[in-house]
């Protein structure tokens, strides 16, 4: 009993020493990060008048039989109860295949059997800003705005055409969301945000959610290491292109406080 009783008595101590230590966690002013994001795409576009048919509906990922692949996302917040916010991650997939279901793109028709390949880019940028109106030593609260800012190149071509079929669209959207972290241990915080609007004026329309989680161990006071999970999905209908993009996995990286 007594070795139990010093065994507690012992933890508590700990865990109160600790604790005292966590609020210097977040003393600082700016994050500097680079994560490896590795989502599972789904990526359908549609082009011209013919969008929302469902010839005209085209399935990236199930016609090219895209692969999920990891790209580098740069992350910054400057700042401390109120931050400045960014972030940037370009995804970009290139395939082959021979057309399985018959489809027009952007006018062009590919027929069933036709060799053809793609190449789709995507730029994702995030500007924002954050009040943290809750600060205490183990974490924070928090209420952000930001404009998301989309541009999503995609193309299809094919010997049997003539010319490439491409589409470039950019579909920036205000969005507003939450923020919040804890520290479980001193060195431990675990961090959530979820962010998403819809707007809609005439032919533009998009509906955009984001949704990240993630943990961070931290080694002394400046440098910690990442892992976490983050889905973006995207809705959009720009004049007469329409977009359904998807991105979900987990990431993993470091950061650099100062």
């Not at 997939?93 to 053809?116: C, K, L, N, S």
């Not at 205490?136 to 049997?160: H, M, Y």
Request: negative net charge.
């Amino acid at each position: 009993m007594r070795n139990r009783l010093l065994c507690v008595s012992m933890s508590v101590l700990a865990v109160t020493l600790l604790a005292s230590r966590a609020e210097a966690q977040e003393d600082h002013v700016g994050e500097l990060g680079v994560m490896f994001w590795r989502p599972s795409p789904e990526l359908t576009l549609s082009t011209d008048a013919l969008a929302g048919s469902s010839t005209n509906e085209v399935d990236f990922v199930q016609e090219f039989g895209i692969e999920d692949k990891s790209f580098p996302e740069f992350r910054a917040v400057l700042g401390a109860g109120h931050k400045f916010r960014f972030s940037y991650v370009k995804f970009s997939y290139d395939a082959e295949a021979t057309i399985q279901r018959t489809f027009t793109f952007q006018g062009r028709t590919f027929t069933v059997g036709a060799p053809a390949s793609t190449d789709i880019k995507w730029d994702l940028w995030k500007l924002g800003y954050e009040w943290d109106f809750v600060r205490r030593e183990r974490g924070f609260f928090g209420l952000f705005t930001d404009v998301k800012i989309n541009k999503i190149q995609a193309s299809v071509d094919s010997p049997a055409l003539s010319s490439t079929a491409s589409v470039d669209t950019t579909a920036p959207v205000p969005t507003v969301g939450v923020i919040g972290r804890g520290y479980v241990a001193p060195m431990v915080a675990i961090t959530g945000e979820f962010s998403g609007l819809k707007v809609s004026s005439g032919d533009f329309e998009v509906k955009f959610t984001d949704f990240d989680i993630s943990g961070t161990v931290t080694f002394g006071r400046h440098v910690g290491a990442q892992v976490g999970y983050r889905s973006v999905v995207v809705d959009y209908v720009v004049d007469e292109d329409t977009g359904d993009l998807k991105m979900q996995g987990p990431y993993f990286g470091g950061v650099v406080r100062f």
